[in-house]
């Protein structure tokens, strides 16, 4: 059974930083996607970022690029959520996600998108 455990989240200020990690286990994550996705309170859940593991391929929602970066450690098998510049609208619960199916660039940030699930880390930033 695949399971994705999330790790790093809590509170700073505006303007700081965050690393959240994605340990990954019960299968082969070489080739597949994995997402970090966030879901603040009454909004729906929503992809920020996108890796391709077997090339190594990113993606970013708009409202996080320059400011986010993902990454993988494949020695590791843990998947990465660096976060600088922080602001209040990114206060939300951040997920892990992976899923084998292939994505399309219109289509990736979707929930439906994804088969496997991490628990959640909390993000809160304060103005």
């Known amino acids: 059974q695949v399971q994705l455990v999330e790790s790093g989240g809590g509170s700073v200020q505006t303007g700081g930083s965050l690393r959240l990690s994605c340990a990954a286990s019960g299968n082969s994550f070489l080739n597949c996607y994995m997402a970090w996705f966030r879901q603040a309170p009454g909004k729906e859940r929503e992809g920020v970022a996108l890796?391709?593991?077997?090339?190594?391929?990113?993606y970013y929602a708009d409202a996080v690029k320059g400011r986010f970066t993902i990454s993988q450690d494949n020695a590791k098998n843990t998947l990465y959520l660096q976060m600088n510049s922080l602001k209040p609208e990114d206060t939300a619960m951040y997920y892990c996600a992976a899923d084998w199916g292939p994505k399309r660039a219109g289509t990736w940030y979707r929930e439906s998108e994804f088969n496997y699930w991490g628990q959640g880390t909390q993000v809160t930033v304060s103005s």
């Open positions: 890796i391709y593991t077997g090339v190594g391929s990113t």
